[in-house]
């Protein structure tokens, strides 16, 4: 059905073509032998195409067009009669007396327009008599396209100011008239097509409706190119007149349409000036008229002509445009309680747009924003409405965006309230874009307070908000949030040792409430600013000024603890022992030897309570081993303890080779080269050699359980620790012994038994070569290897 | 018959021409036979001056019983065809019995003629004046010439000239207030108004004015009326809403209309009505009728 509707439109259109263009044809031949006679009996006839009901405004349009360019040409020879002396007033008179009206009009301003040209009757006469005609034309469509055409032949002929035609009778107060009084009838014409029809063409009329938006808003453009329009008159006549017609309308389409285009067409100077008037009509308008996107581009305007330049503001100031808005806003929102809350958002967005671009300096403002977008918000809940948590967003980024710095929006203090209305969701995203502006822009948030502020806002990321409902939460985008907040917390910084402090404990009463999720993540860095404070006070000698409440190192290492045992109770024991064991270094660079051992201590409670698969264990006792060989600060006693300990340890790992690889890493721990105190040699030789019989033992193992005795790279591994504690001269390890492993792993490698193994090989022949080296360097060195035999 | 009308050709010619014929105004005069030709135009009280002409066919003696011209102002009503009504009727004697052998010129006079009435071709009735001189003959028939002229008579712009107002409508479906702004036009008038509507409950397609003529004839049982359209004028397209004002300018040059004539010697009347149509839709129409009175003014 449709498909033939389209084709009949066709077809009709295609008659009406040959129509026009027959009668054309005649009116041609009529113009070229001067017959006025005929020539306005065909173009009459020719204009008759234009009555018909039949076609689309789209095709109407098009029927239209060929019309008007045959118009033209009677135009001219309108004016050439005129020339020859035809009286241009018997003329007027002339084409009125066709029966039809829609081509006696279109005739008629056709010789209306030659005749204002003539200047022999007042523009303005002609233009009021033309307009007021052609309410004859009350069939939607022919009147649009009937007045559009009176409003294109008279556009270059109104009496503007230092126009032709201005003169004593026509000022530009006519001009006005005139194209005020097409404009109201265009846009009648254009409203009432929305109520005539059935019910169920409602969207095709609606969208046939927007086709013709353009005739009814030019008329607006050529107002706006009125240059006798001044600010005053704008005021006073051409504003208040459009808005009349826009509110009086009642048409959802034409008052979204006509308030968009006044706002495009008229100079934001203007618009400046006359904001109580225009912002007045908003709250008038229907309530499904999409304000909110009027008022937005208005505010646009507004904000890029402020940026347009510096000049500008005080007008700004002086008109209160700021108040004016927001007053026009909440009358706005009032006046419309279905609004959806979307709707409100986007305005005070725009609102806060506007603010930050024209009043930089008023914070105040932009807090007053978000505090009437809070007490909106208030009412309404928390927001299921996707796009409008997306417009929250985009106002919260505002600020940022401005002023490149979360410190200024620190100090709005309905900033975090809006927030509230988030659901955990959008705040996690609000969150994030937050601390990506801190990251970008390198912002200092650097005192406690805040810091206080900043963890409320981003509260998002840092707690679960209205518990759970995070397990459909992407474990990639968990962990990219949560990296995120780790970073922050690193920026976080202040030189002052008493404000780092409260820094420090501030975000450590916000992370922990984090979960065993989180704190993983955000406890790290925590600790690793807190060590850097310490090494900063580490510098310092005693606090010259002997405060007691001051910050020392080992306020720092009472907080460290209880922070790092919040990752105990997680559990995330590893993690925990990690930091435990970086928290004992630092207390032994700062000479506290107790704090050291207490560090110590917990780490190997927790190896032996909590760690308990054996990659982990194996992992931590390395770690063990390597924080505790750097150790300086120990007595011997608590040394011998620590130590003794981390051997035992070492050797109740569940695999051989790990047994064997933990126990001559333990050697270290009595041969510290920078420590005359921890060279003990013997003990060196006896961690090595129980290496050496746990190698044994592995191979025996393999050999009994799987056939062969399996690799040879222990054996080359402890080979490589002796020739290291040979080289350190550990008077324990000798020739005699080196000689005998060297053996030893050459007869393991040509075993039956043993398993071929390159990198073994490879190993073993590298440390050959390395022996050889060292023979070869000559000197001590060289004297040392020499009877080694390889 | 064409040999029988040579054998009775009229033994003379006769010329009616009038004293200022050359200056005096021409306008066209629909004849019986449907042809249009230019006549003399005179309006009441004016005096009519001429000449008559008789022209014996070479070689000819007229005899005659005497030779008269005469003034008649008729009325022919097209039921009674052939029939006239003579309504004026003045004679002049040109000449004594007597006997013509050569081209002979007769100065007449009428003066301050009484000429009430118009000159008018209508559907069903004529009036006419003509000049008719009359050579009487015995025994053979007389030789009779006529000559049409016109007759229009002006009358000064009315002192009331009120203007038709009227509120009509259907109830609870269309009310309109229309108004023209006066109730008498001269023939070159225009015709300005406005039609208000006061309520639209009906899917209009558009309005159009026409201007209508009723001529009636005869009186009693035998009257006859007969109506015409002489002008369409659409004066809107589309469906007005409540509260459209629509203009009304219909000029009346365009269309061949007369004043308004009242019962003209009890015998017709010819009346005007401007016919304000609406029509809807389904194209069922909607009219008002008012009756305007046409008058002729001078001409400058």
């Given at each position: 059905m449709i498909a033939d509707g389209v084709e009949d439109e066709e077809k009709w259109l295609a008659a009406g073509i040959a129509g026009l263009?027959?009668?054309?044809?005649?009116?041609?031949?009529?113009?070229?032998?001067?017959?006025?006679?005929?020539?306005?009996?065909y173009s009459a006839q020719m204009l008759s195409e234009l009555r018909t009901s039949r076609l689309s405004p789209h095709k109407y349009y098009e029927l239209y067009m060929r019309a008007f360019d045959e118009l033209r040409k009677l135009e001219v020879f309108f004016k050439e009669e005129a020339r020859r002396g035809c009286s241009i007033v018997d003329l007027y008179e002339l084409v009125q007396h066709a029966g039809n009206i829609l081509p006696r009009l279109y005739l008629l301003c056709t010789v209306g327009s030659v005749y204002i040209k003539s200047k022999e009757a007042p523009a303005k006469d002609v233009l009021k008599d033309l307009v007021e005609m052609c309410r004859g034309i009350q069939h939607p469509v022919r009147g649009?396209?009937?007045?559009?055409?009176?409003?294109?032949?008279?556009?270059?002929?109104?009496?503007?100011?230092?126009?032709?035609?201005?003169?004593?009778?026509?000022?530009?107060?006519?001009?006005?008239?005139?194209v005020l009084q097409n404009f109201t009838e265009m846009n009648k014409l254009w409203v009432r097509m929305q109520h005539q029809g059935p019910a169920r063409e409602?969207?095709?009329?609606?969208?046939?409706?927007?086709?013709?938006?353009?005739?009814?808003?030019?008329?607006?453009?050529?107002?706006?190119?009125?240059?006798?329009?001044?600010?005053?008159?704008?005021?006073?006549?051409?504003?208040?007149?459009?808005?009349?017609?826009?509110?009086?309308?009642?048409?959802?389409?034409?008052?979204?349409?006509?308030?968009?285009?006044?706002?495009?067409?008229?100079?934001?100077?203007?618009?400046?000036?006359?904001?109580?008037?225009?912002?007045?009509?908003?709250?008038?308008?229907?309530?499904?008229?999409?304000?909110?996107?009027?008022?937005?581009?208005?505010?646009?305007?507004?904000?890029?002509?402020?940026?347009?330049?510096?000049?500008?503001?005080?007008?700004?100031?002086?008109?209160?445009?700021?108040?004016?808005?927001?007053?026009?806003?909440?009358?706005v929102i009032e006046a419309q309680p279905d609004m959806p809350i979307l709707g409100v958002i986007t305005l005070y967005s725009s609102l806060l747009t506007f603010t930050l671009h024209v009043h930089p300096d008023r914070l105040d403002y932009a807090d007053q924003v978000l505090g009437a977008c809070v007490n909106k918000?208030?009412?309404?809940?928390?927001?299921?409405?996707?796009?409008?948590?997306?417009?929250?967003?985009?106002?919260?980024?505002?600020?940022?965006?401005?002023?490149?710095?979360?410190?200024?929006?620190?100090?709005?203090?309905?900033?975090?309230?809006?927030?509230?209305?988030?659901?955990?969701?959008?705040?996690?995203?609000?969150?994030?874009?937050?601390?990506?502006?801190?990251?970008?822009?390198?912002?200092?948030?650097?005192?406690?307070?805040?810091?206080?502020?900043?963890?409320?806002?981003?509260?998002?990321?840092?707690?679960?908000?209205?518990?759970?409902?995070?397990?459909?939460?992407?474990?990639?985008?968990?962990?990219?949030?949560?990296?995120?907040?780790?970073?922050?917390?690193?920026?976080?910084?202040?030189?002052?040792?008493?404000?780092?402090?409260?820094?420090?404990?501030?975000?450590?009463?916000?992370?922990?409430?984090?979960?065993?999720?989180?704190?993983?993540?955000?406890?790290?860095?925590?600790?690793?600013?807190?060590?850097?404070?310490?090494r900063q006070l580490q510098g310092q000698e005693e606090n010259p000024f002997g405060e007691e409440d001051s910050t020392t190192p080992k306020k720092i290492f009472q907080l460290l603890n209880q922070i790092v045992e919040t990752l105990c109770n997680i559990p995330a024991p590893e993690l925990a022992l990690q930091l435990y064991l970086q928290c004992a270094e630092a207390a032994n660079d700062c000479d506290l030897e107790p704090v050291a051992y207490e560090f110590f201590t917990q780490a190997y409670i927790l190896y032996e309570e909590e760690i308990s698969d054996s990659r982990a264990q194996i992992t931590a006792i390395h770690l063990i081993i390597g924080t505790l060989q750097r150790m300086h600060v120990f007595g011997v006693e608590n040394r011998d303890t620590l130590t003794h300990k981390a051997t035992g340890y070492s050797a109740k790992l569940l695999k051989k080779p790990d047994q064997c690889r933990a126990v001559y890493a333990c050697s270290h721990l009595f041969w510290v080269d920078d420590q005359d105190n921890v060279k003990d040699g013997e003990r060196v030789l006896l961690c090595l050699k129980r290496a050496l019989r746990i190698?044994?033992?592995?191979?025996?193992?393999?050999?009994?359980?799987?056939?062969?005795?399996?690799?040879?790279?222990?054996?080359?591994?402890?080979?490589?620790?002796?020739?290291?504690?040979?080289?350190?001269?550990?008077p324990q390890i000798n020739v005699a012994a080196i000689q005998s492993l060297l053996e030893l792993v050459t007869t393991e490698m040509q075993s039956d038994s043993s398993t071929p193994d390159p990198a073994a090989d490879a190993f073993f022949a590298s440390t050959l070569r390395y022996i050889e080296f060292q023979k070869q360097k000559g000197g001590a060195v060289g004297e040392k290897y020499e009877p080694i035999k390889a | 018959m064409n040999y029988l009308v040579g054998a009775f050709k009229p033994p003379c010619n006769i010329f009616i021409s009038f004293a200022d014929g050359r200056s005096r105004k021409q306008v066209p005069l629909k004849k019986e036979n449907g042809k249009t030709?230019?006549?003399?135009?005179?309006?009441?009280?004016?005096?009519?001056?001429?000449?008559?002409?008789?022209?014996?066919?070479?070689?000819?003696?007229?005899?005659?019983?005497?030779?008269?011209?005469?003034?008649?102002?008729?009325?022919?009503?097209?039921?009674?065809?052939?029939?006239?009504?003579?309504?004026?009727?003045?004679?002049?004697?040109?000449?004594?019995?007597?006997?013509?052998?050569?081209?002979k010129a007769y100065p007449f006079e009428f003066s301050t003629v009484e000429m009430p009435y118009e000159s008018y071709n209508g559907v069903n009735v004529r009036l006419r004046y003509i000049l008719k001189v009359t050579v009487s003959r015995n025994y053979v028939s007389n030789i009779v010439e006529c000559q049409?002229?016109?007759?229009?008579?002006?009358?000064?712009?009315?002192?009331?000239?009120?203007?038709?107002?009227?509120?009509?409508?259907?109830?609870?479906?269309?009310?309109?207030?229309?108004?023209?702004?006066?109730?008498?036009?001269?023939?070159?008038?225009?015709?300005?108004?406005?039609?208000?509507?006061?309520?639209?409950?009906?899917?209009?397609?558009?309005?159009?004015?026409?201007?209508?003529?009723?001529?009636?004839?005869?009186?009693?049982?035998?009257?006859?009326?007969?109506?015409?359209?002489?002008?369409?004028?659409?004066?809107?397209?589309?469906?007005?809403?409540?509260?459209?004002?629509?203009?009304?300018?219909?000029?009346?040059?365009?269309?061949?209309l007369t004043p308004t004539y009242r019962n003209i010697n009890n015998k017709f009347s010819v009346k005007y009505y401007l016919n304000l149509v609406l029509v809807d839709e389904e194209d069922r129409r909607y009219f008002k009728q008012q009756e305007f009175t046409m008058y002729r003014i001078l001409e400058t």
């Amino acid at each position: 059905m449709i498909a033939d509707g389209v084709e009949d439109e066709e077809k009709w259109l295609a008659a009406g073509i040959a129509g026009l263009q027959q009668n054309a044809f005649y009116m041609h031949r009529a113009l070229d032998s001067n017959n006025l006679r005929d020539a306005l009996k065909y173009s009459a006839q020719m204009l008759s195409e234009l009555r018909t009901s039949r076609l689309s405004p789209h095709k109407y349009y098009e029927l239209y067009m060929r019309a008007f360019d045959e118009l033209r040409k009677l135009e001219v020879f309108f004016k050439e009669e005129a020339r020859r002396g035809c009286s241009i007033v018997d003329l007027y008179e002339l084409v009125q007396h066709a029966g039809n009206i829609l081509p006696r009009l279109y005739l008629l301003c056709t010789v209306g327009s030659v005749y204002i040209k003539s200047k022999e009757a007042p523009a303005k006469d002609v233009l009021k008599d033309l307009v007021e005609m052609c309410r004859g034309i009350q069939h939607p469509v022919r009147g649009l396209f009937l007045r559009s055409y009176l409003a294109q032949v008279s556009r270059d002929k109104l009496p503007d100011i230092g126009s032709e035609y201005e003169g004593d009778a026509d000022t530009v107060v006519d001009a006005v008239e005139f194209v005020l009084q097409n404009f109201t009838e265009m846009n009648k014409l254009w409203v009432r097509m929305q109520h005539q029809g059935p019910a169920r063409e409602k969207e095709k009329r609606e969208k046939e409706r927007s086709e013709l938006r353009d005739l009814v808003g030019k008329n607006l453009h050529v107002l706006s190119q009125i240059e006798g329009i001044d600010l005053d008159m704008y005021k006073d006549t051409v504003l208040p007149r459009v808005l009349e017609q826009v509110v009086n309308c009642k048409d959802e389409i034409a008052q979204y349409y006509l308030m968009d285009c006044i706002i495009q067409v008229f100079p934001d100077e203007y618009h400046l000036q006359t904001l109580d008037v225009l912002l007045g009509a908003f709250p008038q308008l229907q309530p499904a008229v999409d304000i909110k996107t009027v008022l937005s581009r208005l505010m646009e305007r507004l904000s890029n002509y402020a940026a347009s330049s510096a000049d500008v503001l005080p007008e700004f100031l002086q008109v209160e445009a700021f108040a004016k808005l927001n007053n026009a806003i909440g009358k706005v929102i009032e006046a419309q309680p279905d609004m959806p809350i979307l709707g409100v958002i986007t305005l005070y967005s725009s609102l806060l747009t506007f603010t930050l671009h024209v009043h930089p300096d008023r914070l105040d403002y932009a807090d007053q924003v978000l505090g009437a977008c809070v007490n909106k918000l208030s009412s309404k809940g928390k927001l299921e409405d996707n796009k409008a948590t997306k417009q929250i967003v985009a106002l919260l980024s505002a600020p940022l965006d401005k002023y490149n710095d979360i410190v200024t929006a620190l100090k709005l203090s309905n900033y975090p309230r809006v927030l509230e209305y988030l659901d955990s969701e959008t705040n996690k995203v609000m969150a994030t874009v937050i601390i990506q502006s801190i990251m970008k822009n390198k912002t200092r948030v650097s005192t406690a307070d805040r810091v206080e502020a900043l963890f409320e806002l981003i509260k998002g990321l840092i707690k679960d908000l209205d518990g759970g409902a995070h397990d459909e939460v992407d474990e990639d985008d968990f962990k990219e949030e949560q990296n995120s907040v780790a970073r922050l917390i690193q920026l976080l910084h202040n030189d002052d040792p008493e404000e780092m402090f409260k820094i420090i404990c501030t975000v450590r009463k916000h992370i922990l409430g984090g979960g065993p999720k989180r704190l993983p993540f955000t406890v790290p860095p925590l600790v690793f600013s807190s060590l850097k404070l310490v090494r900063q006070l580490q510098g310092q000698e005693e606090n010259p000024f002997g405060e007691e409440d001051s910050t020392t190192p080992k306020k720092i290492f009472q907080l460290l603890n209880q922070i790092v045992e919040t990752l105990c109770n997680i559990p995330a024991p590893e993690l925990a022992l990690q930091l435990y064991l970086q928290c004992a270094e630092a207390a032994n660079d700062c000479d506290l030897e107790p704090v050291a051992y207490e560090f110590f201590t917990q780490a190997y409670i927790l190896y032996e309570e909590e760690i308990s698969d054996s990659r982990a264990q194996i992992t931590a006792i390395h770690l063990i081993i390597g924080t505790l060989q750097r150790m300086h600060v120990f007595g011997v006693e608590n040394r011998d303890t620590l130590t003794h300990k981390a051997t035992g340890y070492s050797a109740k790992l569940l695999k051989k080779p790990d047994q064997c690889r933990a126990v001559y890493a333990c050697s270290h721990l009595f041969w510290v080269d920078d420590q005359d105190n921890v060279k003990d040699g013997e003990r060196v030789l006896l961690c090595l050699k129980r290496a050496l019989r746990i190698a044994n033992a592995a191979q025996q193992m393999s050999n009994a359980a799987r056939g062969s005795a399996g690799s040879v790279t222990l054996f080359v591994e402890i080979l490589n620790k002796y020739l290291y504690f040979f080289e350190k001269g550990n008077p324990q390890i000798n020739v005699a012994a080196i000689q005998s492993l060297l053996e030893l792993v050459t007869t393991e490698m040509q075993s039956d038994s043993s398993t071929p193994d390159p990198a073994a090989d490879a190993f073993f022949a590298s440390t050959l070569r390395y022996i050889e080296f060292q023979k070869q360097k000559g000197g001590a060195v060289g004297e040392k290897y020499e009877p080694i035999k390889a | 018959m064409n040999y029988l009308v040579g054998a009775f050709k009229p033994p003379c010619n006769i010329f009616i021409s009038f004293a200022d014929g050359r200056s005096r105004k021409q306008v066209p005069l629909k004849k019986e036979n449907g042809k249009t030709v230019m006549a003399a135009l005179f309006q009441s009280q004016e005096n009519i001056v001429g000449e008559v002409v008789i022209e014996p066919i070479h070689g000819k003696k007229v005899e005659h019983n005497g030779v008269k011209i005469e003034l008649l102002g008729q009325i022919e009503l097209y039921f009674d065809r052939g029939n006239f009504y003579d309504f004026t009727s003045l004679v002049r004697e040109l000449d004594v019995p007597g006997e013509l052998y050569e081209r002979k010129a007769y100065p007449f006079e009428f003066s301050t003629v009484e000429m009430p009435y118009e000159s008018y071709n209508g559907v069903n009735v004529r009036l006419r004046y003509i000049l008719k001189v009359t050579v009487s003959r015995n025994y053979v028939s007389n030789i009779v010439e006529c000559q049409d002229f016109v007759v229009r008579n002006y009358t000064p712009p009315p002192s009331i000239n009120n203007s038709i107002k009227m509120e009509v409508g259907i109830e609870d479906c269309l009310h309109i207030e229309f108004e023209y702004s006066k109730s008498k036009y001269h023939l070159k008038d225009v015709i300005v108004g406005k039609i208000y509507f006061l309520l639209v409950r009906i899917k209009l397609k558009n309005m159009e004015l026409e201007i209508r003529r009723r001529e009636s004839t005869g009186s009693g049982p035998n009257t006859y009326v007969e109506t015409e359209t002489l002008a369409k004028f659409e004066l809107m397209d589309g469906a007005p809403v409540r509260g459209e004002s629509i203009p009304i300018r219909l000029f009346l040059s365009p269309y061949e209309l007369t004043p308004t004539y009242r019962n003209i010697n009890n015998k017709f009347s010819v009346k005007y009505y401007l016919n304000l149509v609406l029509v809807d839709e389904e194209d069922r129409r909607y009219f008002k009728q008012q009756e305007f009175t046409m008058y002729r003014i001078l001409e400058t």
